[in-house]
């Protein structure tokens, strides 16, 4: 195990160490999340309504822009993780005595930590466009640790996804992830859609976890009436563990029987 983590932390420290010399990287990770809120907040927003959300839309938004920024980060684990393979990277570190868990969970690592520098980001945004948590600190850092739980467990997908596809698949991978976090509670309520859209809407697992938050940060908007809406806090839990329990194993053998 010590050597599993010291393996580890020296990928995940490489991966960091590439991430901070491409500043074009650096800015469109973080430019992302401010540019959707704006975007959102002010230009879409001022045309939505959502039942039970009162008249502060962002209170509503934000909740649902961290969990979309969480999940949509799945397509940048899986661009690195194509590239990785495509240029031989993956190869060098399969011939080296290096532990090849020690290397897809420093890739989850390096992931985590800029996944929490995203959302500390949009968490700032959100405070200067009005948005605020209101069921105190304890609450609003468990909320925060669902967002993270619900990213660490999609990372597992994309490094799973990454062995599998091509660097040019991957790259159109947001065409995919776009319609699924919106066909969520992400920006409207599931109850506005269609009914076959709202129930599809309201088992995705990013609802959960954005509905969750929404009931933490004591924001509104996150009430309902499906078994979903109402025991989002444990689904919450449950779908990423879910995930977590059914990808890891899955990314680690698929690493291991890597033929590229």
Same mark, same amino acid.
């Given at each position: 195990?010590?050597?599993?983590?010291?393996?580890?932390?020296?990928?995940?420290?490489?991966?960091?160490?590439?991430?901070?010399?491409?500043?074009?990287?650096?800015?469109?990770?973080l430019l992302y999340p401010i540019v959707m809120v704006l975007l959102f907040g002010?230009?879409?927003?001022?045309?939505?309504?959502?039942?039970?959300?009162?008249?502060?839309?962002?209170?509503?938004?934000?909740?649902?822009?961290?969990?979309?920024?969480?999940?949509?980060?799945?397509?940048?684990?899986?661009?690195?993780?194509?590239?990785?393979?495509?240029?031989?990277?993956?190869?060098?570190?399969?011939?080296?005595?290096?532990?090849?868990?020690?290397?897809?969970?420093?890739?989850?690592?390096?992931?985590?930590?800029?996944?929490?520098?995203?959302?500390?980001?949009?968490? /700032?945004?959100?405070?200067? !466009?009005?948005?605020?948590?209101?069921?105190? %600190? +304890?609450? @609003?850092? *468990?909320?925060?640790? $669902?967002?993270?739980?619900?990213?660490?467990?999609?990372?597992?997908?994309?490094?799973?996804?990454?062995?599998?596809?091509?660097?040019?698949?991957?790259?159109?991978?947001?065409?995919?992830?776009?319609?699924?976090?919106?066909?969520?509670?992400?920006?409207?309520?599931?109850?506005?859609?269609?009914?076959?859209?709202?129930?599809?809407?309201?088992?995705?697992?990013?609802?959960?976890?954005?509905?969750?938050?929404?009931?933490?940060?004591?924001?509104?908007?996150?009430?309902?009436?499906?078994?979903?809406?109402?025991?989002?806090?444990?689904? /919450?839990?449950?779908?990423? !563990?879910?995930?977590?329990?059914?990808?890891? %194993? +899955?990314? @680690?053998? *698929?690493?291991?029987? $890597?033929?590229?």
């Amino acid at each position: 195990m010590t050597h599993v983590l010291s393996d580890s932390w020296v990928i995940a420290r490489t991966n960091l160490l590439h991430w901070v010399r491409n500043p074009a990287a650096i800015l469109s990770g973080l430019l992302y999340p401010i540019v959707m809120v704006l975007l959102f907040g002010y230009v879409f927003g001022s045309a939505m309504a959502v039942a039970g959300a009162g008249d502060n839309y962002r209170e509503y938004l934000m909740p649902g822009m961290f969990g979309q920024t969480m999940a949509v980060g799945i397509t940048t684990t899986l661009i690195v993780v194509t590239t990785h393979a495509a240029k031989g990277v993956t190869d060098r570190y399969r011939s080296m005595p290096v532990s090849q868990t020690g290397v897809v969970l420093g890739r989850a690592v390096s992931d985590m930590i800029s996944s929490a520098m995203e959302l500390t980001i949009l968490i /700032a945004c959100g405070l200067a !466009v009005g948005w605020s948590w209101h069921n105190g %600190p +304890l609450k @609003a850092l *468990a909320a925060v640790g $669902l967002l993270l739980l619900l990213r660490f467990s999609l990372i597992w997908v994309g490094i799973f996804a990454g062995l599998k596809l091509t660097p040019e698949a991957a790259g159109a991978s947001w065409m995919i992830m776009l319609p699924l976090t919106m066909v969520a509670n992400t920006f409207v309520s599931p109850a506005q859609m269609p009914g076959w859209m709202g129930l599809l809407a309201e088992w995705n697992p990013l609802s959960a976890t954005v509905a969750a938050c929404r009931q933490l940060f004591g924001n509104q908007g996150f009430a309902g009436g499906s078994w979903a809406s109402e025991h989002a806090l444990p689904l /919450a839990v449950a779908w990423p !563990v879910v995930i977590t329990l059914v990808f890891l %194993p +899955l990314s @680690a053998r *698929a690493y291991r029987r $890597l033929s590229r």
